[in-house]
């Protein structure tokens, strides 16, 4: 299962300074996807970046940029991410009255899907889109900051939605996000995550050293 596990640094953990120096940094330590954390101040306490700096972030790497968008009403804004150069675009289910019309928006795009569960958000809420959506983000933290512990009760709601996932045969990845350090990281492998979203841990531990904590975070 190890070879199969990507890694999705967040750059919310970045020097926003050197944003683009960081993206490049993360490319060559051997990240999997950018993980690209949108924040409207609204949905969620706090305020990030939007679609203009995603643009000028695009040219400067190939790798997959995981956009997970904490901004409600989120249809208005799907264009402008997917003109952006997102490849991969989540967005919260209570951040949208259509489900199942924000699942085309994002489609119509010719991007990928993603839907994300919250801690206390249940499967039932997303479980019939299951075969139109690409991945699940689920969150181990309360969304809107980087640095939150690790919440171990949303172990076994991973460890269902694989189950659904593999029973139906579908191809969806599960990805986690919030609080991944090198201790738990194999908490999250072995309920059958196979996406590891990570800030803290990847631009903190170590000095810093993005390589080794990615190898790290993947090995572990
Ligand atoms: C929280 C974000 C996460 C967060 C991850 O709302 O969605 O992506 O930045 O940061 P760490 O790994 O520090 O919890
Ligand atoms: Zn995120």
Do not use: W
């Amino acid at each position: 299962m190890s070879g199969l596990i990507k890694i999705s640094p967040s750059i919310l953990s970045a020097d926003f300074s050197k944003l683009g120096n960081e993206v490049i940094a993360l490319e060559k330590a051997g990240a999997d996807y950018i993980h690209i954390d949108v924040m409207d101040g609204h949905f969620v306490p706090n305020l990030t970046i939007g679609p203009e700096v995603i643009k000028k972030l695009r040219p400067l790497t190939k790798k997959v940029f995981d956009v997970h968008l904490m901004i409600s009403p989120v249809d208005n804004f799907i264009k402008d991410f997917a003109n952006a150069g997102a490849d991969i675009i989540t967005f919260h289910p209570e951040a949208t009255i259509d489900t199942a019309k924000t699942i085309k928006l994002i489609k119509k795009e010719n991007k990928k899907v993603g839907i994300s569960l919250k801690p206390k958000s249940q499967i039932n809420l997303i479980e019939k889109h299951l075969d139109q959506v690409d991945l699940i983000l689920i969150m181990s933290v309360e969304p809107g900051f980087a640095g939150q512990k690790f919440m171990p009760e949303v172990l076994e709601k991973t460890k269902s939605l694989r189950e659904i996932i593999d029973t139906k045969n579908l191809n969806v990845d599960i990805e986690i996000d919030g609080g991944i350090n090198f201790e738990n990281c194999n908490l999250a492998k072995k309920a059958g995550a196979n996406i590891l979203v990570s800030g803290s841990t990847i631009f903190k531990e170590n000095n810093g050293d993005l390589k080794k904590n990615i190898e790290i975070l993947k090995k572990n």
